[in-house]
């Protein structure tokens, strides 16, 4: 055999194990890119099958090596394809527990789009996230769902057009006796790295409202609380807590501001 011909063999067995291995890759891959991706605050847990496909569920992170709390009902089942290898992205999720639809990304390593869905979101279970959920101790009905999403990725920054909802029905919390305390919608419209924020009450008996925006991961927002009619007394020291009390016509408010 001549000496090219014998590199040419050599080339073709590395190739032939770097794709055999890529083929077989653990889907414990995927809990380290998520852990990445969310500074180690969520992780999946009794992961099983492949990187390509699997299942597994998703939840908090307790430290190194620590046991994943679940953050969702059911289990989140994909499948990957191995065009991805390619730099083509063919991804399909599934949770019928908790996502109104199958969820289908496409594009490339680049550019990608994701079909629009909604997921509920058990509101006690977020308490696991931290400050200040698990001082207010939320209750009530949320889903976040999203109509199709386009992502742009360059250099070290990611950029998302579309918009997103936040629907939260009957919301209570620890701090407050009376439940609910209202229904509530917080909409995103996202365009590049920056997104639109506005929150409307649906119903009381707490109102809340205002308008911000989400840039780069700093959050401002501008807005007020108050209580509905005859709500008053009975809201008073959660009001307190949330603001400084200011005029509004010939309303008293909470003012609302975060910069």
């Not at 699997?54 to 994909?78: D, E, H, K, Y």
């Not at 419209?189 to 205002?210: E, R, T, Y």
């Amino acid at each position: 055999m001549s000496k090219k011909a014998g590199m040419l063999w050599g080339g073709a067995a590395i190739l032939s194990v770097i794709v055999t291995m890529l083929i077989f890759l653990p889907a414990s891959w995927l809990a380290l890119l998520l852990e990445k991706q969310t500074s180690g605050r969520l992780s999946l847990g009794d992961v099983q099958g492949s990187f390509w496909r699997g299942s597994a569920f998703v939840g908090v992170a307790s430290g190194i090596n620590g046991p994943v709390t679940p953050l969702f009902p059911g289990r989140f089942s994909w499948h990957i394809s191995p065009m991805m290898i390619l730099g083509q992205l063919e991804v399909g999720l599934e949770n019928p527990a908790v996502l109104s639809q199958a969820v289908k990304l496409s594009g490339n390593l680049g550019q990608w789009h994701v079909t629009a869905a909604s997921l509920s979101l058990p509101p006690e279970r977020l308490e696991g996230l931290g400050a200040p959920l698990n001082t207010i101790g939320p209750s009530g009905q949320v889903r976040l769902s999203w109509h199709a999403l386009e992502f742009t990725r360059y250099e070290a920054k990611l950029d998302i057009n579309g918009k997103m909802q936040l629907e939260l029905d009957d919301m209570g919390s620890r701090l407050s006796s009376i439940k609910p305390l209202g229904s509530y919608r917080l909409v995103f419209d996202w365009h590049g790295q920056i997104a639109d924020v506005a929150l409307s009450s649906l119903k009381g008996p707490m109102l809340l409202n205002g308008k911000g925006s989400l840039n780069a991961g700093r959050f401002q927002f501008s807005g007020t609380a108050q209580a509905e009619v005859g709500q008053k007394e009975k809201l008073a020291n959660l009001l307190n807590l949330l603001g400084q009390r200011r005029k509004d016509g010939d309303k008293d408010v909470i003012a609302l501001e975060f910069k």
